[in-house]
T-cell receptor, first 114, second 115 residues
Framework: GDSVTQMEGPVTLSEEAFLTINCTYT??????LFWYVQYPGEGLQLLLKATKADDKGSNKGFEATYRKETTSFHLEKGSVQVSDSAVYFC?????????????FGQGTTLQVKP | EAGVAQSPRYKIIEKRQSVAFWCNPI?????LYWYQQILGQGPKLLIQFQNNGVVDDSQLPKDRFSAERLKGVDSTLKIQPAKLEDSAVYLCASSLGASANNEQFFGPGTRLTVL
């Protein structure tokens, strides 16, 4: 079945460092891909998404490009801030059924130190 | 605009007891999801409603879990009897419709501890 694999955490960076969180997926067809973020004490919220190959999703300085050839959707940010400390989840949606059901990776914790 | 509301926020019970969780989605959202998030894992869909009908309950352990959305608005998720492995955060989400094009909005979750 469909699945999502994220890099192991936690990831610890200093403020203004470059961030990459790897995400690869296994799916049939052409799923939509998402990054969700969970800040401490808050619910999951959509960070960005891409719906077809080579699309780039972006929001709040974060970017991710849908790479079908490598089945990847890596999250990047050029300069992280302490406020970016959170848990990040990569997810995909079922292409054939398209019910909106999301399949999540295990999450990657990011800690940014001042 | 009010977000997705869930209650209680925390619940501690002993195994074999029963527990129920409540979710109030964003007004006008036809689709409602219940996810289970075990510590260290990503959320896993338990059940999805479109209005008051079930779209997907393939991963719901139906021998102990049940859910309803009788009037197509609020929903309850029940576990009876609870097992130790049910300890998790239960997330409710809602969206305008049942499609990946419709953003899902998540509630804060209910953290369940089964002793």
């Amino acid at each position: 079945g469909d699945s999502v694999t994220q890099m192991e955490g936690p990831v610890t960076l200093s403020e203004e460092a470059f961030l990459t969180i790897n995400c690869t997926y296994t799916a049939t067809g052409y799923p939509s891909l998402f990054w969700y973020v969970q800040y401490p004490g808050e619910g999951l919220q959509l960070l960005l998404k891409a719906t077809k190959a080579d699309d780039k999703g972006s929001n709040k300085g974060f970017e991710a490009t849908y790479r079908k050839e490598t089945t990847s959707f890596h999250l990047e940010k050029g300069s992280v801030q302490v406020s970016d400390s959170a848990v990040y989840f990569c997810a995909l949606s079922d292409f054939f059924k398209d019910t909106g059901k999301l399949i999540f990776g295990q999450g990657t914790t990011l800690q940014v130190k001042p | 605009e009010a977000g997705v509301a869930q209650s209680p926020r925390y619940k501690i019970i002993e195994k074999r007891q029963s527990v129920a969780f409540w979710c109030n989605p964003i007004s006008g959202h036809a689709t409602l999801y219940w996810y289970q998030q075990i510590l260290g894992q990503g959320p896993k869909l338990l059940i999805q409603f479109q209005n008051n009908g079930v779209v997907d309950d393939s991963q719901l352990p139906k021998d102990r879990f049940s859910a309803e959305r009788l009037k197509g608005v609020d929903s309850t998720l029940k576990i009876q009897p609870a097992k130790l492995e049910d300890s998790a955060v239960y997330l409710c989400a809602s969206s305008l419709g049942a499609s990946a094009n419709n953003e899902q909005f998540f509630g804060p979750g209910t953290r369940l501890t089964v002793l």
